[in-house]
Every structure is written in structure tokens, then in C-alpha cells.
């Protein structure tokens, strides 16, 4: 195998860890937390969802969630409304305030993009995101087969017990 490709499961996570703590850090500086941007960036498409509904759009806890929403409805970011076909439940909606964050959002967002993107030509990032979504593909393809561990498992080849094909197996004396 190739010894680049060992670490690439290290790598993708760092990236994104430090590519999510770069963006924090510049929401921040609008007030704003990365949970409450994800609140924001899927309401904005998803209005009318249900707080469970936003919780696995976001991937955000559902109690969590709560505590969220509660702050930014306080903020007066997004109301809550009575579901017209469960008086149980409550829809979310983004109100007028929420509007010009949403583009601060996305701005910070673009200016983060570019950082991690430097130095990189426009069609290698091309090529990167096509990749990249085959990639995603790949994984949510695994996903779709379920827990099976028999209809993931790659097949291996036999091993002798003298090791490898092509490896030759010392013997130690003394």
C-alpha cells in the first residue's frame, strides 16, 4: 500500500477540524457559534421543519438542539409556529433579523474556503471536489448496505505462514 494513503483518514479528519475550528473562530466574531450557523444555513432551505427534523439535518443532539433553538429565538433569530397538522408540534422559520447573518455566513464561509484553497490552481479544486464527491458516494453507498459486516468485508488474500508472497521469512539463531 501506498504509504501516502496510510494516513489519508488522519488527514481528512484533520482538515476538517481545522477547517470547522477556522470558521468558528470567524463566526465568532459575529456572535455567533458553528452550531448556530448550521441552525441558520439548513433553516434557510428548510423552513417549516420540526426541531427533530433540524436536529438530523444538522447533526446536532436533539437535547442540544433545544438549548440552541431556545437562544436564538430569544435573539430573535427564528419563531417557532404551531404545526397547522400536529397542534403538538412547532414549525421553525428564520425571521427578518436572521436574513443579513445568513449572508455574513456564508461570506465568512467563502473566506475560509479560499484560505484552505490556496495555492491551489481552480482545476485541481475541481478535480478535488470531484473526487471528493465520489468519495461520499463510495461511503454513503456503505451505509445504504447496512451493519452486514458480511456484505462490506474486502477479500483478503491467503497468507502463508511463512509471511507474504515474496517475503522471505528469517530464522533467528544464535
Known sequence: MDTRLRNFGFLLKDVSR?????????AGEISLTLSQCKVLARLETNEGVSQARLAELTEIEPMTMVRILDRMEADSLLERRPDPADRRARSLYLTARAK???EQI???SELTR????????????ELFMSLLERMHANVCALDERGADPSKNAVPRQPVSKAGPPGRVRRIRTR
Open 18 to 26: 481545522r477547517y470547522l475550528l477556522r470558521f468558528e473562530q470567524r
Open 100 to 102: 443579513p447573518l445568513l
Open 106 to 108: 456564508w461570506h465568512l
Open 114 to 125: 479560499a484560505e484552505t484553497f490556496a495555492g491551489i490552481s481552480r482545476s485541481e479544486r
